[in-house]
């Protein structure tokens, strides 16, 4: 019982691409002619084709996943251990720190050491609320991060929206305006009054994420609520 196997379209195209290869080779090596010259360049010549032919074959682009599907993943992580650098620029003021961020589905854990010469701030937040605490051990609790941040040091930061910012993501329920990548990354979101610029990602285990990040608020530089961060993130470690 013999069994005939049907060629696409792709593999005829090979087949008689092959074909015409040899036959080029044959013909020349069989005429009477003494060129050898010349027989070694059509030789040459031919067996480029054929592995020309041959890569074309084996040659796989990466999947490019959309960017629907791209969101559904990323949104599934809920715990992480984050290093970063951040720099954060206004007006009047500039200054740098390290940041330490520890996230769970149960609650969320934010150290700064040295922010603008001022020891170590601890932030932590769970369902009792947002507590923060200066390397003096002075405490304050509110029910919004962000606002006693700024109550805090000076500073404001989008500090719910952060969260989604930095695993490249909008933050969800909230409008956003938003342009992607030929990979389907974030290159920039316009969302809450801020402009989020996306330099760089990187693999962490079957994730890639941004490591470079520029949050700017609407405001002009020469504005004195203007607020510029930059966030280098140097590590991810993402829960299994």
Partial sequence: MKTEAVLNTRDRFLLITLQTALNIIILFLT???NQLINRTIILLLATSVLLGACSSRSMKKPTVTDWQTRQASLAMIDSWTMHARIGLRSQSRSGSATLLWNETPASRKL???GPLGGGTIHLQQDDSGVTLQDSKGKRWQAEN???LIYQVTGWQRPVSALRWWVLGLTEPGSDAE???DESQHLTSVRQQGWQVTFGQYNQFGEYQLPTNIVIENDSVPEDEQYVRARL??????LAD
């Avoid at 280098?232 to 470690?237: A, H, L, T």
């Fill in 232 to 237: 280098i993130i140097k590590d991810w470690k």
């Fill in 178 to 180: 938003y342009s992607l």
């Fill in 31 to 33: 005429r009477s002619t």
């Fill in 145 to 147: 991060a962000a606002e």
């Fill in 111 to 113: 150290r700064l050491l």
